[in-house]
């Protein structure tokens, strides 16, 4: 199954800065016809109407609120890839004071936000010839990061969600891509405290060639690419053979 961003229709969540703004700009490189750019704040993606004019549509949609899911996904029926971009993460190891409210608010966000993205644009993209969708998740979801374990166990649960969102979807051919980043330069990764990062157009490049490749799994950066290296063997023998998806 592969999927060709070239006249498509887009909706990228958190689609104002990092990762998902740079997702949106690599898709109208790549010839994507329009992009939804569903945020919290539709005052926060001026820069990009500006740029690409009528090639853009911004939308309301807060990851964490049920209500505003289902409002865009009314708003946006012609879409054709879905990229669910947005999410949270909080400092926070197993004994810290705030270990249930981060992983409460992480859940809420890095899970919930995605079943419901995922539930609201479903029967959209199941009426198309050629669909995708594509989560982002990390390298926390297979490897716990002490300093971060909620956000990690947040992580660890989109990615289960993601293989089984592969299973229900791929009967319909729609393309389900998870994504597993390292730190990447963005707000996020300075709040964790990365030194080191990668760019944000390793990520939105490799998401373009990785769904024009058929893939299910991304590891775009060079932290990602070392835990993919360990991790490949077993994800073969029983994430992504052939008799793990229905």
Do not use: C, W
């Amino acid at each position: 199954m592969r999927f060709l961003i070239k006249d498509k229709v887009a909706l990228v969540t958190g689609a104002n800065r990092g990762i998902g703004k740079a997702i949106v700009e690599s898709f109208i490189s790549h010839g994507a016809k329009k992009v939804y750019l569903a945020v919290r704040d539709p005052k926060s993606t001026a820069e990009l109407s500006e740029q690409y004019g009528n090639k853009v549509v911004t939308l309301t949609l807060d990851a964490g609120d049920a209500e505003s899911i289902t409002l865009a996904a009314s708003q946006a029926t012609d879409v054709d890839v879905v990229v669910n971009n947005a999410g949270v993460l909080e400092v926070a190891s197993p004994l810290s004071d705030n270990v249930e409210e981060a992983l409460a608010h992480e859940f809420k966000v890095n899970v919930l936000g995605l079943i419901r993205v995922a539930n609201a644009f479903a029967p959209a993209l199941k009426t198309k010839e050629s669909a995708a969708f594509v989560q982002l998740n990390s390298v926390a979801s297979i490897v716990n990061f002490t300093p971060f374990t909620t956000y990690s166990a947040s992580k660890a649960a989109s990615y289960s969600v993601t293989q089984g969102l592969r299973d229900e979807l791929s009967p319909f051919g729609v393309q389900v891509l998870s994504v597993h980043p390292g730190p990447i330069n963005t707000d996020m990764a300075s709040k964790a405290g990365f030194e080191t990062s990668d760019t944000v157009e390793s990520v939105s490049e490799g998401i373009v060639k990785a769904l024009a490749d058929g893939k299910f799994h991304l590891f775009p950066d060079a932290m990602a690419k070392q835990i993919q290296g360990a991790y490949q063997s077993f994800s073969d023998a029983m994430i992504t053979a052939p008799s793990s998806a229905q």
